[in-house]
């Protein structure tokens, strides 16, 4: 169960319900805390009244340091999304060092998307970027987008996988499209129990790629980042 979301509506009792669900707890199991209340969004094209309210569980509380970057991390999404006007509810899931954010919109989800998921990268960027310089720490902030990005990831290893048994029959190596580091990663994870194949890296800056390989004493000292 998450610990807490953020939701708006166009009143409190159609906010909290969504937050209830999406919680999976009763009102009386939760605490409410009205965050804000605003007239009209982004020069009045999504319009109306909006609340923003915060929704936790009276039994899942986080640790003060994983509360105090979870509600940093609210605040600047809560400022952007309230912004632009739009409805949403936000869920987060934290360990010690990695924050995961996912954002369900009411059907614009592909407005904070972007053209290849370019809106949503910009997004991330800017919540790290801006937790960092409040609160003095790095922190591994994923920002996705009504399961967007879990689903991209799983199309991914997916894909790894499948490669790599065609390279363990084939003993060719395949060369993947350039990738951020964040998807570089995933399909060095995804590779990584295969006996006979291996990975590593090519490329510079933005053209920076992975190659799923036959595994040779070669491969062993090769780049993998």
Request: glycine fraction near 10%; aromatic fraction near 4%; proline fraction near 2%.
């Amino acid at each position: 169960m998450a610990l807490s979301v953020e939701t708006t509506g166009k009143t409190i009792d159609q906010a909290l319900e969504k937050a209830l669900k999406e919680i999976g707890a009763r009102k009386d199991e939760v605490d409410i805390e009205v965050l804000s209340e605003t007239h009209g969004g982004l020069l009045g094209i999504f319009g109306g009244k909006m609340v923003r309210i915060r929704v936790t569980s009276k039994n899942a509380k986080a640790p003060a340091g994983v509360a105090e970057g979870a509600d940093v991390v609210r605040s600047v999404l809560g400022d952007v999304l309230g912004f632009m006007g739009i409805e949403y509810t936000l869920s987060i899931e934290e360990s010690d060092d990695t924050t995961f954010v996912n954002i369900s919109s009411s059907g614009l989800d592909g407005l904070l998307i972007g053209r290849r998921g370019e809106t949503l990268a910009s997004i991330q960027h800017v919540v790290n970027r801006i937790f960092t310089k409040r609160t003095g720490r790095h922190s591994k902030i994923t920002v996705d987008v009504g399961g967007y990005v879990r689903r991209k990831h799983r199309l991914l290893v997916e894909k790894a996988q499948k490669l790599a048994e065609r390279v363990s029959k084939t003993q060719k190596e395949y060369d993947f499209e350039p990738l951020k580091a964040s998807e570089r990663r995933i399909i060095h994870l995804a590779v990584a129990d295969f006996d006979d194949v291996t990975t590593y890296t090519i490329g510079d800056g933005l053209l920076r790629k992975v190659v799923i390989s036959p595994k040779t004493s070669a491969t062993d000292d090769l780049p993998r980042d």
